[in-house]
């Protein structure tokens, strides 16, 4: 089996992205690939700081593979509309409002989001702080990676649609058709987006979002076809 790491959700925290690197580093399959699950902005400190760490590792030629996740996409649906709000929230909120985090984001870019600003002067700040080459890497960001045993997603797929017509919004915002589903997809699915207090593995899905955006630990897990090991600071735990 072809050993494969992947990291959930890690919303800013570099030095938690930095530490899971390190875990995997220390692991007996390091160099194997890692799947990132998407949600590399909002909420934590340094979203810059992320997106440069990982756009220099595949710049290095390392094999990571980076997903797009719902706060990504929200980050480029703002700079395009600062006030647009996205259907699939469940409450009217545009990006830079606290429960998503923009303002997190946009201030690890250096941009003023202090209270009473007008949204436009933020947005036009924005366009000027953050670089082209962010924008470029985070649109071009795949929505699935398909292993001979793993599918890799952020949020999670609809039951009852083939892989290939699966739509995007359901790749990035799914939670209960996907999470209450209990039948097998053929190959173990692999995802983030919706926060646990540590990843959990289920007959059909592992989620590997530990709530590292809500200031908890972010460990990555190794898989090995459908057998799965979380890995922390005294090393390896099965799942």
């Not at 933020?122 to 082209?132: N, R, S, V, Y």
């Not at 009852?160 to 790749?171: A, F, I, S, T, W």
């Amino acid at each position: 089996m072809q050993p494969i790491y992947a990291i959930g959700d890690i919303h800013g925290q570099l030095e938690r992205l930095q530490e899971a690197l390190a875990m995997i580093a220390r692991d007996e399959h390091a160099g194997a690939p890692i799947i990132f699950l998407g949600d590399y902005v909002d909420r934590g400190p340094d979203a810059r700081g992320v997106i440069d760490l990982l756009m220099q590792g595949q710049a290095e030629g390392k094999p990571w593979v980076c997903l797009m996740g719902n706060h990504d996409r929200y980050l480029l649906r703002f700079l395009e509309n600062p006030r647009y709000k996205d259907p699939n929230v469940s409450r009217p909120l545009i990006w830079t409002d606290p429960p998503l985090g923009g303002a997190k984001t946009l201030a690890s870019y250096g941009v003023d989001v202090s209270e009473g600003r007008a949204i436009e002067d933020i947005h036009a700040d924005a366009l000027e702080a953050i670089p082209q080459a962010h924008r470029d890497w985070i649109a071009g960001l795949p929505r699935l990676h398909e292993t001979d045993e793993h599918i890799f997603v952020h949020a999670g797929l609809r039951p009852g649609v083939l892989l290939n017509y699966q739509k995007e919004d359901d790749l990035v915002w799914i939670r209960g058709p996907f999470l209450d589903w209990r039948g097998d997809w053929g190959r173990l699915v692999v995802h983030g987006h919706t926060a646990l207090d540590v990843p959990m593995l289920y007959p059909n899905r592992l989620n590997m979002d530990g709530g590292a955006g809500y200031g908890r630990p972010l460990y990555p897990a190794l898989l090995l076809g459908r057998d799965a090991f979380l890995l922390g600071p005294m090393g390896r735990v099965r799942l």
